[in-house]
């Protein structure tokens, strides 16, 4: 069992940056790949980031790709998702994810969900 924790949104002005945090508690978190995800009101939730559980491996979303940075402090049971020359179209409720072995780019393919934060970009 993982327990996830988002924690990092607010309200920026566009060009700005966010950094988001994923607290994870349970065992072995170390051994799960994680991702991020994002939902904007009447959209369906988009994969945005993901990273393979020794965190040598990583993927981004075409809309992202450049400016967010996904990473791992497997020592601290922490993710990250850094965000840079954010958009107002980046705005959304944002959410930790994780699973067992490899990541994948669909929210069904995880299993655990943080209950997500917000990060609003003005323009």
């Known amino acids: 069992q993982v327990q996830l924790v988002e924690s990092g949104g607010g309200l920026v002005q566009a060009g700005g940056s966010l950094r988001l945090s994923c607290a994870a508690s349970?065992?072995?978190?170390?051994?799960?790949?994680m991702a991020w995800f994002r939902q904007a009101p009447g959209k369906e939730r988009e994969f945005v980031a993901a990273i393979s559980w020794g965190g040598t491996m990583s993927d981004y979303a075409d809309s992202v790709k450049g400016r967010f940075t996904i990473s791992r402090d497997n020592a601290k049971n922490t993710g990250y998702l850094q965000m840079n020359s954010l958009k107002p179209e980046d705005t959304a409720v944002y959410y930790c994810?994780?699973?067992?072995?490899?990541?994948?780019?669909?929210?069904?393919?995880?299993?655990?969900w943080g209950q997500g934060t917000q990060v609003t970009v003005s323009s």
């Open positions: 349970g065992r072995t978190f170390s051994l799960y790949a």
């Open positions: 994810s994780a699973r067992s072995g490899s990541y994948y780019y669909r929210p069904k393919d995880y299993d655990y």
